[in-house]
């Protein structure tokens, strides 16, 4: 089983490119999630959804946007990196109509430096 | 609004004995889960040990169990006989139950354990 596949692993990107962290989960789960983790700061919600066609901030969405067209996607892009930018982002994703001790699945992660 | 809190930056601990990993969270909301995760080295996020706010007795999974006391709202991760593979960063998380559905999962700052042989 796949899981939640997240790509790439690792990314450079110069102050001002843009780029689409994607994300994919094969479990038919209703809620998909972004996180970043800094030092220190724990993992942070930057973005959520609870279903194709709908999504909501977290804790951390300035520079962010998402969208989720379908069950299984949930891309988050970066439309002008800045350096503060640079962190490790997980993707998560889990059941939602549920009972409240649904898991959430993580990707692998993907560590992004701007520079 | 949920909030987790984890004091402990970073912990050690001698391999083979216990060791307690604090955790303190607020929510207005009766029904909750809480959750730990380990991040070793490589970076992945492992799935540990789950305590529902209406469950009775403290979760148990293999060497790991949450000593979780409601109206303190505390969630302790007990680690027994500790190893060296246990060296890794822990997270508290809780996830609330609002009308009906699951809601976001809010995460701790974590708790970098160390393990000494």
């Known amino acids: 089983n796949a899981g939640v596949t997240q790509t790439p692993k690792f990314q450079v990107l110069k102050t001002g490119q843009s780029m689409t962290l994607q994300c994919a989960q094969d479990?038919?789960?209703?809620?998909m999630s972004w996180y970043r983790q800094d030092p220190g700061m724990g993992l942070r919600l930057i973005h959520y959804s609870v279903g194709a066609g709908i999504t909501d901030q977290g804790e951390v969405p300035n520079g962010y946007n998402v969208s989720r067209s379908t069950t299984e996607d949930f891309p988050l892009r970066l439309l002008s990196a800045a350096p503060s930018q640079t962190s490790v982002y997980f993707c998560a994703s889990s059941y939602y109509r549920g009972p409240v001790n649904t898991e959430a699945f993580f990707g692998q992660g993907t560590r992004l430096t701007v520079v | 609004a949920q909030k987790i809190t984890q004091t402990q930056p970073g912990m050690f601990v001698q391999e083979k004995e216990a060791v307690t990993l604090d955790c303190t969270y607020d929510?207005?909301?009766?029904?909750?889960?809480l959750f730990w995760y380990k991040q070793p080295s490589s970076g992945e996020m492992i799935f540990l040990i789950y305590?529902?706010?209406?469950?009775?007795q403290n979760a148990t999974e293999g060497r790991y169990s949450l000593n979780f006391q409601k109206a303190r709202k505390s969630a302790n991760l007990v680690i027994s006989a500790s190893q060296l593979g246990d060296s890794a960063m822990y997270f508290c998380?809780?996830?609330?139950?609002?009308?009906?559905?699951?809601?976001?999962?809010?995460f701790g700052t974590g708790t970098l354990l160390a393990v000494q042989p």
């Open positions: 479990m038919n789960h209703e809620y």
């Open positions: 998380a809780m996830r609330e139950k609002i009308g009906g559905a699951t809601n976001k999962l809010i």
């Open positions: 305590q529902g706010s209406y469950d009775q």
């Open positions: 929510t207005s909301d009766p029904s909750y889960g």
